[in-house]
Structures are given as structure tokens and as C-alpha cells.
């Protein structure tokens, strides 16, 4: 092990490429509110990658999320099914439009939501599925997209962990009605904060650039569609800046660069810990239906003790090694916004048990030994 001391994050925010030239550039070109220039080029890259109908850059994931519940018509007394072992966004923006929740569990061997238990959680009041591809990893779309079919439900799919993964080999993202994506600091291709709504159904492509404009129809005009703008429909302001629209392209002109790394230093983790004898942890599964895209690595122990005792001993080292989500059918709001009880013993087990390992673009082999070194050091101890 290298004896060299390092005080390795958690994560690290990073410049690959042009980031900063093309945040001056926007300024130069005297235009740093939405959809200018920069914004266009994201928007074009997403849909020329994987083949989306339409993008729009927005100030985060948590309001793509938001702006695909006011597409879909969400209101009270419609249910939305979804895992419960995610990030409060996936919940929250159907919680503003009154919604109910229901939660389905993990999948035994991954977090992600099991596919065979949403059936039995259909309604005539269920609207929508929302599928979140957790570590970037695909959930099981075949059968949901069924279901989807079978019941004449929405899909949403949170991609905010999955740029560039794919299941059997289609672009995550592309199944969705809707998809979001997320370019906070702590993703693979970052902005500060940022997201992308991608709209897939061709139903709602013009109704979608409507309620990003505040409800006007200011984009259609700027393009010379109609000759006047104003007010048509309900919205926001969800349009992302064009300072954070030029960072964000920088790092997508970066993308293979950014993705070989950091899938790099996964399948190094992956490697050498498998060598370990695994009796105190287990590694992510990866299932043969999906890829690795190098948003993150995680061990799974099997007790919150023995998690709670390998972040200290690592933290000790200097080494941020993080828990995940806390299962939201628990959290202190759900309990005051519904009184269903639910038994989602999965999902629990994943938020006790599951610790996510340092990954991020600067990391350096070096670092990523020291990590490695310390993790063997604790099984042997
Ligand atoms: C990061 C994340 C979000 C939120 O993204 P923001 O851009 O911060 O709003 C939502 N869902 C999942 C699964 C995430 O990982």
C-alpha cells in the first residue's frame, strides 16, 4: 500500500475541457438567460445521441421531474407508483400536484425498483410509473414498458444517474413519455446545477417548450411560428442559464473522456475487491440486460453496524465513503402526508446496508489505491 497520507472526498467537482471559454463566450455573445446558443447545442447533443424526440435544459432534475407531472395532469386523487429507495425529487414533484404515492419495493439482488411487484399496485386511479435507473444502472423496462401498454400509464423515467447506460442496448431515457436528467456537481457530466427534460411522446412536444416559457409561447415565437406572444397555458420558469447551459457543453464535448474514466475506475474497484474474500460485503450485481456507466460504486454489508464501523474506519483514513437514500415510505413527511403502512423490507435493507466508495474524474490511481488498501486492511482486521 502506499504509504503517502491523502484526504480523499466523497466527490470533486471538475474541469475537463472548454467549460470556462464557453461560459465568456456566452457573455460575449450578450445573451445568459435561457435557450440561447449553448442551451441549443445540449439540447442537440442529447437528441442526436440517443435519438430523443426533444430536450429542454432545465435549472435541475427535481424541475424536469416537476414540469413531467404538470405534462402528464397530474392532480389530486391520482396515484403514481414509484420505488421508495430514491431521492426526495422523484416523490416531491408529484406531491405538488397532490398526488398519491405508491411505493414499490427493491429488487432483492438491486435497488432498483422490482418490476414483477408493480402490477399488483395498479388502480383505475394509477397515472403514471416512474422508474429511476439507480447507480445508472437500467431498471426492468420490458415488462414496465407492458404495463405502461396494458394500462394506458404515463412513464417517467429519472435518468439522473444514467447518462450514456442502455437497456439491451437502448439508450436509458429514450422509453420514457418523459425522462430527467440531472448535471448537479455530484453526476457524471456536471453544471453546477442543472437538468434536462427529454419528451419522448410526440403528443406533448409543443405543450412542453409552453410551460418551460412560463406558460407562453415566447419559444415558438422567437422562431417565427406565431406572430405574437403570450400567455396560453399554465408553466414556470424552468429554462437553465446559459452560463450553466456552456459549462454543461464543455463537458459533454468531453463525454467519452469523462465516461472511460470514470467506468475505469468502477471496473478497478470491482476487480480487486472481487478478489476479497466476501463475507463482510457484497458487490453490485450487474445484470446482463444492462451496462456499466461509471456514475458509481457501492459495497453492500450486511447490517448497519458493520456499514456504520467501515465509514468511520475510513473517514479515520481520510477517505469520504457515503450511505445512500433513506427509504421515504419511513421519512417524517410521508408519514404526515399519507397513512398507508407500508412492508418494503428491500428497500430498508439497502438504505441500512449499502455504502458508495469514492468516484469521481480526478480521482487517480494512486488515490484509488490508498482506497483499496484500506478496504483490504478492514477485511483483514
Ligand atoms: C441527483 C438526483 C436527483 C436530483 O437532481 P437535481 O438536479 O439535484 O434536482 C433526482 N433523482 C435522482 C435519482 C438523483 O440521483
Redesign the pocket.
Known amino acids: 500500500m502506499a504509504d503517502k497520507a491523502f484526504d480523499i472526498p466523497f466527490n470533486k467537482p471538475f474541469i475537463v475541457g472548454k467549460e470556462l471559454d464557453y461560459i465568456k463566450d456566452a457573455v460575449d455573445r450578450k445573451k445568459i438567460s435561457g435557450n440561447g446558443h449553448y442551451s441549443k447545442l445540449c439540447h442537440r447533443f442529447f437528441e442526436e445521441r440517443y435519438g430523443y424526440k426533444k430536450c429542454l435544459m432545465t435549472t ?3 424541475d424536469a421531474l416537476e414540469m413531467s407531472a404538470i405534462l402528464a395532469d397530474i392532480k389530486e386523487g391520482d396515484e403514481v407508483i414509484l420505488p421508495s429507495y ?2 426526495v ?2 416523490a416531491n414533484a408529484f406531491v405538488l400536484r397532490n398526488a398519491k404515492l405508491v411505493f414499490v419495493d427493491s429488487e432483492p439482488d438491486h435497488p432498483n425498483m422490482d418490476a414483477s411487484k408493480i402490477e399488483e399496485s395498479i388502480t383505475p386511479n394509477t397515472k403514471a410509473i416512474v422508474v ?1 435507473h439507480y447507480a445508472g444502472k437500467a431498471c426492468d423496462m420490458d415488462p414496465i414498458m407492458e404495463l405502461c401498454a396494458k394500462y394506458n400509464l404515463f412513464l417517467i423515467e ?1 435518468c ?2 444514467a447518462i450514456d447506460s442502455t437497456y439491451k442496448g437502448k439508450p436509458l431515457g429514450s422509453f420514457g413519455d418523459f425522462s430527467a436528467y ?3 456537481e ?2 457524471n457530466v456536471i453544471s453546477g ?3 434536462l427534460l427529454v419528451v419522448n411522446n410526440e403528443k406533448y412536444l409543443d405543450r412542453s417548450e409552453i410551460i418551460w416559457e412560463k406558460g407562453t409561447n415566447r419559444a415558438a415565437f422567437f422562431r417565427g411560428e406565431v406572430d405574437k406572444y403570450g400567455w396560453v397555458d399554465k408553466g414556470s420558469s424552468f429554462l437553465a442559464s446559459e452560463l450553466n447551459a456552456a459549462y454543461l457543453y464543455g463537458q459533454l464535448e468531453c463525454l467519452e473522456l469523462i465516461q472511460n474514466k470514470r467506468i475505469k475506475i468502477v471496473e478497478r474497484y470491482r476487480s480487486e475487491l472481487s478478489a476479497l474474500n466476501q463475507t463482510i460485503f457484497e458487490l453490485p450485481v450487474l445484470k446482463d440486460y444492462t451496462v456499466e456507466n461509471g456514475h458509481m460504486f457501492y459495497l453492500l454489508f450486511h447490517d448497519l453496524d458493520s456499514r456504520s464501523e467501515f465509514i468511520r474506519y475510513m473517514r479515520a483514513q481520510k477517505i469520504h465513503c457515503v450511505f445512500h437514500y433513506l427509504s421515504l415510505h419511513r421519512s417524517d413527511f410521508f408519514k404526515g402526508y399519507d397513512d398507508v403502512n407500508y412492508d418494503l423490507p428491500y428497500c430498508d435493507q439497502y438504505a441500512d446496508t449499502l455504502v458508495r466508495l469514492p468516484v469521481f474524474y480526478e480521482l487517480s490511481d494512486e488515490e484509488q489505491e490508498y482506497i483499496i488498501g484500506h478496504i483490504k486492511a478492514f477485511v483483514e482486521k
Open positions: 435541475s432534475c427535481t430514491t431521492f425529487s422523484t429511476v429519472d439522473a444517474q440531472s448535471f448537479h455530484t453526476k446545477e442543472g437538468g
